[in-house]
């Protein structure tokens, strides 16, 4: 298989022989999990959901389904990509080796921007469901939040699967009160998700367009863009050439339905449109039953931000293994960034996400919002690319998961991408380009000249023999 996984048109250098790797530790159950707590749906809905309901009210629902259902044609593309190329690597793995060096390299810049900015995103949340028993600053609780994550995220992979665990049975248990006591108080019925309606700043209803839903789409993928840490995993799962698609497509289907439905939910039970969009979840399940379980739910949603740091610190910290391994930097940087340590966790590299995030939280949270959209719909762009041209020459026939529709749905998902990105915010698509002209140059004077030395893409011994 060798010779299979990269044919003659598109082999890429291989880096040196015996390279640094990661231990097949975990099955598909153990790797659902890990990816669940990475699109941590209940966070997710208490932290990011809120923001959408300010500013599409009831249009929120549909925009999130419309998101999800894109989410199945990304989905197709990652489980055929990540079982065609299974490494630590992910995204940036998968698209260099079929769409070329300079396209992986943007997409690895991409996937460093979106893994380094949600987890801050994500925690700085925490202080508004710890409210109950403590005040804190968002910033330094989220702060705390992703330095105790960096923490745990340097034990073995095996033991955060079932630490993850715990915590995921509490947040879903936590939307699950909130589903409920949101129908059984419903004040509107099923018309309300299309009635695309929010309240406007002086108190009256206003129309949310189209054109607005469209732009809500960048930060509607993000609701469940977690799902892809399956193939960040792809080195340490079992016989990924099978788990990976199991792990990315089942992981989609449970965290659209974790989210969809308490959003429907929240919805229906929302007194009027100004309760609606000003988006306080928490004082919406006390309003609906007591303090007890107010404080009970927002616990549960403290709990499952912290989780989430976990999961994502361990999977930034692989990216960033993985691109030391794969020479993407100056030797002294490579050397430290790819050192294993006594659990078999990169240590140094979940050092080098971890601190910074906590540094991130305190920057301003509407641009991280809106260049992690971007960045995402950006990302998914290129995986797409490369999923059409995943079945050229002897790649057709390396034994991987074959996705339906193809490829139609590649270009389906191609055209539809582009379009949601050019209904962004301008600053947050200077930002995002900026940082991606910069990283262009990067590779043209830095990586480009030395191509036998430097983004050597490296696949599990197990993956090329």
Known sequence: MTDTLRPVETALPQAPDSPQQLKRSIGVVGGTLLTLSCVTPASTLFVVVPDLFGSLGTATALTIAIGSLLCIAVAFCYSELGTLIPSAGGEYAMVSTLAGRLAGWLVFVLSLLVVMIVPPVIAMGTADYLAPLVH???SVAGAGVMLLATLAGLLDLRANAWITGVFLVLEVIAAAVVAVLGFA???RGPGSLLSMQVSGADGHTDTVTAALVVSGLAIALFVTQGFSTAVYLSEELENPRRNVARTVLATLAISSVIILVP???ITFGASDLSELTGGDIGSMVTAWSNSAVGTFVSLCVALAIINAGIVMVIQNSRVLFASARDKAWPEPVNNVFAKLGRFGSPWVATLAVGVPGAALCFVNLDTLYGVTGVSVTGMYLLVAVAALLARRDSH??????????????????IAVLAYILTQQETAYL?????????????WAFYLRPRRATRWLISLPEDARA
């Open 396 to 413: 057709r026939h390396v034994p991987a998961w074959r996705m339906p529709l193809w490829p139609a749905v590649p270009v389906l998902l």
């Open 263 to 265: 959003v429907v939910a």
């Open 185 to 187: 108080h419903g004040h």
């Open 136 to 138: 804190l600053d968002p």
């Open 430 to 442: 200077l930002w995002t380009g900026g940082i991606t002209a910069a990283a262009t140059l990067y």
